[in-house]
């Protein structure tokens, strides 16, 4: 069964810095995976997807994500944080042999924090 | 606004009535889901709909829920009886179906609809 794992409920970053927000998987088979951010009261919002090709994917606001398929990770990255990055986070996994065309599995979402 | 929207926002109701929640997805989008968020935890899957056929469900929806999508566009999610457990975000996204199938197409979700039920 697919799975997706966020080690860290909470990441905090002065503004400026670099920051990354972990992500790790596991699949039977290939995965597609899948960043969103949430803000309060808000739904998901597409970050950025790794499908196949270049392990490095740019997104959305500045993020990249960096598919690591012997580390089953797939972390986000942005080399200079802004206050109004301050967020939930949510990874995300499908497997591409899953027999549920459909089948999306967030992980538990990791809050960031950007102090000025 | 282009995106999915859906509503009500924000609803409160007693323990054993019925509520309905409507989606109206992404106007050109063939594939529409339905998710429940809980607090501290990321949204679960519930039901999928591609056109006006639900092709998949999860077995978190329960004999008590029901959702229809009759023309392929928006989308209808009710909950029968309700319980305090069912007190939950419920979010809907839609995505454009591809030749690659839907595991690799993006989902857009709307705001949600909050559930209370007291």
């Known amino acids: 069964a697919q799975s997706v794992a966020q080690p860290e409920d909470q990441v905090n970053v002065a503004e400026g810095n670099p920051l990354t927000v972990k992500c790790t998987y596991s699949?039977?088979?290939?995965?597609?995976l899948f960043w969103y951010v949430q803000y309060p009261n808000r739904g998901l919002q597409f970050l950025l997807k790794y499908i196949t090709g270049d392990n490095l994917v740019k997104g959305s606001y500045g993020f990249e994500a960096e598919f690591n398929k012997s580390q089953t990770s797939f972390h986000l990255k942005k080399p200079s944080a802004l206050v109004s990055d301050s967020a939930l986070y949510f990874c995300a996994v499908r497997d591409m042999w899953d027999s549920s065309a459909s089948k999306i599995i967030f992980g538990s979402g990791t809050r960031l924090s950007i102090r000025p | 606004d282009t995106g999915v929207s859906q509503n009500p926002r924000h609803k409160i109701t007693k323990r054993g009535q019925n509520v309905t929640f409507r989606c109206d997805p992404i106007s050109e989008h063939n594939r529409l889901y339905w998710y429940r968020q809980t607090l501290g935890q990321g949204p679960e899957f519930l039901t999928y709909?591609?056109?006006?056929?639900?092709?998949?469900k999860s077995r978190l929806l329960s004999d008590r829920f029901s959702a229809e999508r009759p023309k392929g566009s928006f989308s209808t999610l009710e909950i029968q009886r309700t319980e305090q457990g069912d007190s939950a975000m419920y979010l809907c996204?839609?995505?454009?179906?591809?030749?690659?199938?839907?595991?690799?197409?993006?989902?857009?979700f709307g705001p949600g609809t909050r559930l209370t039920v007291l």
């Open positions: 996204a839609s995505s454009l179906g591809t030749l690659a199938g839907a595991r690799t197409d993006t989902q857009y």
């Open positions: 699949v039977s088979g290939n995965p597609y």
């Open positions: 709909f591609q056109n006006e056929a639900q092709l998949e």
